[in-house]
């Protein structure tokens, strides 16, 4: 499996959009962007996935670039629920997902 | 739907017994994935079964194993516990695993604790 890069830590304001960075440039054509969240003492959530199109649903927005290296987790208007580490997952067919060390997002009031 | 659910919640258990953790996966779901999450090596893959039968595993001794009955709930049992197995350990189910566009969705884990 592809891994991916993602940025430690990151801070944003409640109500404003959260977006949080993968580099995944070794990403091969059949595999998946997966994004999951976790909060403390929590199993992890899963938010959403995509091939090479962007995708919205009513957790998020996923942004992949064209050439498919890098992809945006876009929470639209963040709580202080969204405080969580979130892992941003390179995944293919048959293929078990690897956990890198995610960004923890802190949303502050 | 409910969701995946895990039992029991918390563990405590002493070197060198066994343990045996149960997880029961979203209804219509035919795939069960266990995976190790710890403070030092994040979460790891353990193994997946898909009916009834282990179709991946992860680089663990053998003291860990798992089984699948045939209406997809799922047990994993750890023997000879160490110290280094208190973990957090989380179940996750799918509809098939093996489909790249099938998400796993995760229980809340067991904690277990070994002292």
């Known amino acids: 499996d592809a891994k991916t890069t993602q940025p430690p830590s990151m801070d944003c304001a409640e109500g404003r959009a959260a977006n949080l960075p993968c580099n995944h440039s070794?990403?091969?054509?059949?595999?998946?962007v997966y994004w999951y969240r976790q909060i403390h003492s929590q199993g992890p959530q899963y938010i959403i996935h995509?091939?090479?199109n962007n995708e919205t649903n009513e957790m998020a927005s996923l942004i992949i670039t064209e050439d498919r290296k890098s992809s945006t987790l876009i929470l639209p208007h963040a709580t202080l629920r969204d405080t969580a580490v979130y892992y941003c997952?390179?995944?293919?067919?048959?293929?078990?997902?690897?956990f890198g060390q995610g960004t923890e997002l802190s949303v502050k009031p | 739907k409910a969701g995946v659910t895990q039992t029991p919640r918390y563990l405590i258990k002493t070197r060198g017994q066994q343990v045996t953790l149960s997880c029961s996966p979203i209804?219509?779901?035919?795939?069960v994935s266990w995976y190790q999450q710890t403070p030092g090596q994040g979460l790891q893959f353990l193994f997946e079964?898909?009916?009834?039968?282990?179709?991946n595993k992860g680089n663990f001794p053998g003291r860990f194993s798992g089984r699948q009955f045939s209406n997809s709930r799922s047990e994993m049992n750890v023997s000879t516990l160490e110290l280094g197995d208190s973990a957090l350990y989380l179940c996750?189910?799918?509809?098939?695993?093996?489909?790249?566009?099938?998400?796993?969705?995760f229980g809340n884990g067991t904690r277990l604790t070994v002292t």
């Open positions: 996750a189910s799918s509809v098939n695993g093996e489909f790249y566009n099938s998400p796993l969705h």
């Open positions: 070794t990403i091969s054509g059949n595999e998946y």
């Open positions: 995509g091939l090479k």
């Open positions: 997952i390179v995944r293919n067919q048959g293929g078990k997902l690897i």
């Open positions: 209804s219509g779901h035919r795939s």
């Open positions: 079964y898909f009916s009834e039968t282990q179709r």
